[in-house]
């Protein structure tokens, strides 16, 4: 199948500091990203929608100001955390899917543990 | 998205076959059934999907009933790394359907 990455796999920061998550397609080319936030013993929680080249969308409860998402080409989205807080932490998942073959398929990322001291 | 509902554990033996249900009343006829795990701490593994025709691919089979109201994920022959969370998942027709996770299946593998 095709692979997702995401960088970095974890990030510890400090409360206040803004954090950069990256999520690349390594082998096909994605118009749409997802992102994803998962508390331990939890279900995955959509937080947006990335469109390349538009604006992202978000789910309801979402603070877009707050999670910055970036989608400037068909292979890389970026979510910035900002003004991180302890209640942040979580593990962000992404995950893409792409015209062709793979359309019909999200494949996901390995996740991005982020530690907000 | 129509919504799913899948027992919230179960427990399987090493090289028996594994059969997880999915029950998904509500679905309409362009949407899709999707089937992902997830090992501790890493991202959902795509398994399979179909719409209305059974599938089987190098890892499953996925089983729709006629009415498409529900559905079986079977592992053939479970392995100790099989031992996952089991999401399945009914998706809107593209662009723009989302996979929305519900609570899933623990399934434990045991020797």
């Known amino acids: 199948g095709a692979v997702v990455s995401q960088h970095p796999s974890r990030v510890i920061c400090k409360s206040g500091t803004s954090v950069k998550i990256e999520c690349r397609s390594l082998?096909?080319?994605?118009?749409?990203m997802f992102w994803y936030r998962q508390f331990p013993k939890q279900s995955l929680m959509l937080m947006a929608t990335s469109n390349e080249g538009s604006k992202a969308t978000y789910e309801q409860g979402v603070e877009k100001d707050k999670f910055l998402i970036n989608h400037a080409s068909l292979t890389l989205s970026t979510l910035t955390v900002t003004s991180a807080h302890p209640e942040d932490s979580s593990f962000y998942i992404c995950?893409?899917?792409?015209?062709?073959?793979?359309?019909?398929?999200?494949?996901f990322g390995p996740g991005t543990r982020l530690t907000v001291l | 998205d129509a919504k799913t509902t899948q027992p919230p554990s179960m427990d399987c033996a090493e090289g028996r076959a594994a059969n997880l249900p999915c029950n998904h009343s509500t679905i309409s006829g362009n949407e899709y059934v999707y089937w992902y795990r997830q090992i501790h701490s890493q991202g959902p593994q795509y398994i399979i999907h179909g719409l209305k025709n059974n599938e089987t691919n190098e890892m499953a089979s996925l089983i729709i009933t006629e009415d498409r109201k529900s559905s079986t994920l079977i592992l053939p022959h479970a392995t100790l790394r099989d031992t996952a969370v089991y999401y399945c998942i009914v998706r809107g027709p593209l662009p723009g359907g989302k996979l929305i996770f519900g609570q899933g299946t623990e399934l434990s593998v045991k020797p």
């Open positions: 082998d096909f080319q994605a118009t749409t």
């Open positions: 995950s893409a899917g792409g015209p062709g073959p793979t359309s019909r398929t999200q494949y």
